[in-house]
C-alpha cells in the first residue's frame, strides 16, 4: 500500500467504535470485516440474521451492525426486526446488491438506521459512518 | 537497455490495464488491492481465492437444480444465482458480474434453455478470470524475485 492511499484512509482505531458484521457470503464477510478492521474498528462476523441475534442474547453489543437482507434461516428484515424489539439500539445499516424500492422499505422499516448498496468501499462505509454520526470527513 | 525488473513491471502494468480495457475486472479491484498492506500481504489473492471456490461451489449448485429435468426449482437456481452475482461484484468480477445478470433474469422467467446457455457461459467466464488472476499473480512474484516492487497501476 503506497503512503498516498494510506493517508487517505482514516484510522478510527481511538474512538472504539465496535461492529457486527451479518453476511452469508463468505467473500462479502471477509471484505467487510477487513475494509471495518482498515478503519480500526474491531468487528466480528457471522453468518445470518439468527446468529446475530444469537449473538445479541449471548450478551454482546455492538455499535454499528452491517446487516445483508438475503440469508437462510434468518433474513436481515427478520433479524433487524428482532434486534429492535429486544431493545437493540445499535446503528443498523443494511448493505445489499440492488434491491428494488419495495425491498428497500420494507428492510427501512424493520428498524435500519441507514442503507448503502453492495459492494461496499472505504469511501461507502466512510459515508455509512458519518450519516450515523461515527465519523466526521473533513 | 532495460532491466528485467523494468520489463516486467512494464508487462505487469500493461496486463492489468487490458483486463481492465476488455472487461474482466472494474473498479471494486481496484478497491479490493487498497484494502492489502503490510499486515494482509496476500489479501487480494486470498479474497481472490474464495471467491473461486464460492464459483465452484455455486455452479455445482445451479447444475445439480438445472440437472432436475422437468423439476426445476427456478427460485433454487435463482438464489445461487444472486450469491454469485453479490460475490463477484464484491470482488470486480465483471463479466461474471454481468453475467448473472442475465442469468438471474432467466431464473425469474423461468427460462430453462436461457438457464443452462448462462450457466455454460459463467463457468468459462469465471475459469478465464481465474486463470488470467493467476498469470498476474505470476507476474507479481517474478517482479519481487527479480528485486524490484509491484507498480501501482493506475486505470
Redesign the interface.
Known amino acids: 500500500?503506497?503512503k498516498e492511499?494510506?493517508d487517505e484512509?482514516p484510522n478510527l482505531a481511538e474512538s472504539k467504535l465496535t461492529a457486527l458484521v451479518v453476511d452469508?457470503?463468505?467473500?462479502?464477510q471477509?471484505?467487510h470485516h477487513?475494509?471495518l478492521d482498515?478503519l480500526g474498528i474491531r468487528n466480528d462476523v457471522v453468518c445470518n440474521g439468527q446468529e446475530a441475534v444469537d449473538v445479541h442474547c449471548s450478551g454482546r453489543n455492538y455499535d454499528l451492525i452491517l446487516m445483508d437482507m438475503?440469508m437462510p434461516i434468518l433474513n436481515g428484515i427478520q433479524a433487524t426486526k428482532r434486534l429492535r424489539e429486544m431493545g437493540i439500539e445499535s446503528k443498523i445499516a443494511g448493505v445489499t446488491?440492488r434491491a428494488n424500492e419495495g425491498d428497500k422499505k420494507e428492510f427501512m422499516e424493520a428498524g435500519l438506521n441507514d442503507f448503502q448498496e453492495?459492494?461496499?468501499?472505504?469511501s461507502k462505509l466512510l459515508s455509512i459512518l458519518h450519516r450515523l454520526d461515527f465519523y466526521v470527513q473533513t | 537497455m532495460d532491466t528485467l525488473v523494468a520489463q516486467l513491471q512494464r508487462q505487469f502494468r500493461d496486463y492489468t490495464i487490458s483486463l481492465y480495457h476488455q472487461g474482466f475486472l472494474d473498479d471494486?479491484f481496484t478497491?479490493?488491492k487498497?484494502?492489502?498492506?503490510?499486515c494482509?500481504p496476500d489479501?487480494v489473492a486470498?479474497?481472490v481465492s474464495?471467491?473461486f471456490?464460492?464459483c465452484e461451489k455455486l455452479i455445482g449448485n445451479m447444475a445439480r437444480a438445472l440437472d432436475q429435468t422437468g423439476n426445476v426449482d427456478f427460485n433454487l437456481v435463482g438464489?445461487s444465482v444472486?450469491?454469485l452475482?453479490?460475490?463477484s461484484?464484491?470482488?470486480?468480477a465483471k463479466r461474471v458480474k454481468g453475467l448473472c445478470i442475465t442469468f438471474k433474469e432467466c431464473c425469474d422467467s423461468q427460462n430453462f434453455e436461457g438457464c443452462v446457455r448462462c450457466l455454460q457461459q459463467v463457468d468459462i467466464e469465471y475459469k478465464s478470470l481465474k486463470a488470467k488472476l493467476q498469470d498476474l499473480f505470476n507476474l507479481e512474484q517474478q517482479i519481487v524475485q527479480a528485486g524490484g516492487r509491484i507498480p501501482?497501476v493506475d486505470i
Open positions: 500500500m503506497t492511499i494510506a484512509v452469508d457470503n463468505f467473500v462479502n471477509t471484505m477487513k475494509l482498515r438475503e446488491t453492495k459492494p461496499l468501499t472505504i | 471494486q478497491e479490493l487498497k484494502l492489502q498492506d503490510e494482509s489479501f486470498e479474497v474464495l471467491f471456490e464460492d438464489s444472486h450469491q452475482k453479490g460475490s461484484s464484491s470482488v470486480g501501482q
